[in-house]
């Protein structure tokens, strides 16, 4: 998400979060936020920083007349039920949501009551009875390559991958061209330039080498079997 665009959802959920807040306070009261996410609240570290901001800049003041109550997964995604229903048994005021559908499905499962506000949400994937997901190569997706594979093994989803770190991090299945293969061909790419190549007269090159790997654990967490004659021609099984 590009930064303005966050920006402006950011100030636009705490706007939001205010007129609850002043709806709900009566005078002298120190409204409660409730914060949760899926991840680590280090990951969400700029984005809470531009909440508060605007809170401030609202005329808020953190101990004064607010104050956060965080609750964060840290990548376990199972625990933001038993979360979210420890902020409503603390009688937050409202409950703001970071990282995605899970936190705020989590919350709306745990109170008919406190007002939600997500900053982002998304289409459910088993809703539309999907069986599997192909993730792509992306940065944004390989910052958030965690939160990814449990998300998918929270919805008995199979994930299939084109880098090795999905799968390491909980990914069913990896596809994809060799990375080292790669590298390599780029030094010889650099050797050739270096010697005087023509590098407009050097040809794009396809891969040649593909990899593929499994993770039995993750298999077993969403039951799927993979059939002995697939799992040999692996170059890689994760157990």
């Known amino acids: 998400m590009k930064k303005a665009a966050l920006l402006s959802i950011l100030i636009a959920m705490t706007q939001l979060a205010v007129v609850v807040i002043a709806q709900a306070q009566q005078p002298g009261k120190v409204a409660r936020i409730g914060l949760l996410g899926g991840m680590s609240a280090a990951g969400f570290a700029d984005r809470i920083q531009i909440f508060r901001q605007q809170l401030r800049e609202l005329g808020y003041t953190e ?26 048994a603390r009688r937050v005021d409202v409950i703001v949501t970071f990282g995605g559908s899970a936190p705020a499905f989590a919350a709306k499962k745990a109170t008919t009551a406190i007002p939600i506000v997500m900053a ?8 539309e009875r999907a069986g599997a997901i192909l993730v792509t190569a992306n940065p944004l997706f390989f910052t958030h390559l965690g939160q990814i594979a449990n998300l998918a093994i929270m919805h008995r ?18 596809y994809g061209p060799s990375e080292a293969e790669i590298y390599r061909r ?12 023509n590098p407009g007269e050097l040809p794009v090159e396809r891969p040649a080498k ?30």
């Not at 607010?66 to 409503?88: M, S």
């Not at 039951?223 to 692996?234: D, K, Q, S």
């Open 157 to 174: 989803l199979a994930a299939i991958h084109s880098q090795k770190e999905f799968v390491e991090a909980g990914g069913l299945m990896m």
């Open 186 to 197: 780029a030094a010889i790419y650099v050797d050739k330039i270096l010697k005087g190549a």
């Open 210 to 239: 593909f990899h593929l790997i499994f993770n039995l654990k993750t298999a077993k967490q969403i039951g799927l079997t993979i059939p002995p004659n697939v799992l040999a021609r692996a170059d890689r099984v994760i157990r």
């Open 120 to 127: 982002a949400g998304g289409s459910d994937p088993k809703k």
């Open 63 to 88: 101990g004064k007349n607010f104050t956060f109550e965080e609750r964060w997964a840290a990548g376990k995604l199972e625990r933001l039920g038993a979360l979210a229903a420890d902020l409503v």
